[in-house]
């Protein structure tokens, strides 16, 4: 495909439970952004890749999160332990290069827990 | 700390013109990006500005003001299908883009 695709596009969990997130960004795009979007409200940065590499996860909101992005496309957003305060739509981004372009956002993975 | 301000919810007219305001503060600046995003979908790209000045795009327009911290997103001959959110971004220091919490534009005939 041509965009950024996500999957789950839906996922419920209930509290406590591990989930997995997945990004396919775009082929060949050097940098992935993921964001947390809750309702009514802008992204909010999670992390961010160059490649394989993880150069920034200040965004992380507790060491429950954690991503990868281990060959340098396909990434994975993952929650341990989850928390009712942790339903928000995941926002996966890429862009071809680094600064100063445009991010092509993916559909986005709901995630309820309940 | 890092602030960026827009209005969180404006009405306009089929075919008038509209302005959407934004105010940020933050600890590094690139540049600054619009996005919109209609509900339940992704943000997508309207426009980038690095420089001050305005930068016009068909319909779209950005301008730019980096001493006051400034910008603005005018939208002409308004359709129904412009009515969304409109975000407002900055390229902080490092590789964070800081989002605003989006201005929400409803479009009437």
């Known amino acids: 495909g041509a965009g950024v695709s996500q999957s789950p596009r839906y996922k419920v969990a209930k509290r406590g439970q591990d989930v997995a997130l997945r990004c396919d960004p775009i082929s060949g795009h050097v940098s992935l952004f993921w964001y947390q979007q809750a309702l009514g409200q802008g992204p909010e940065f999670l992390t961010y890749?160059?490649?394989?590499?993880?150069?920034?996860k200040s965004g992380l909101p507790s060491d429950r999160f954690f991503a990868e992005r281990p060959e340098g496309s396909v990434s994975t957003l993952k929650i341990q332990r989850t928390q009712q305060e942790d339903s928000a739509v995941y926002l996966c981004a890429s862009s071809p290069r680094n600064r100063g372009e445009t991010q092509y956002f993916g559909p986005g993975t709901r995630l309820l827990v309940l | 700390g890092q602030n960026i301000d827009q209005p969180t919810e404006m009405t306009a007219t089929e075919g008038a013109i509209v302005q959407i305001n934004c105010t940020y503060q933050t600890s590094g600046f690139n540049g600054l990006f619009w996005y919109q995003q209609h509900a339940g979908e992704a943000p997508t790209f309207l426009s980038y500005n690095v420089l001050d000045g305005l930068e016009e795009k068909g319909r779209f327009s950005s301008f730019l003001s980096r001493s006051k911290g400034y910008s603005y997103l005018l939208l002409k001959e308004l359709q129904m299908k412009d009515s969304a959110s409109y975000l407002c971004a900055v390229e902080a220091g490092g590789f964070k883009t800081i989002f605003g919490a989006g201005t929400r534009l409803f479009v009437k005939a």
């Open positions: 890749f160059q490649n394989e590499a993880q150069l920034d």
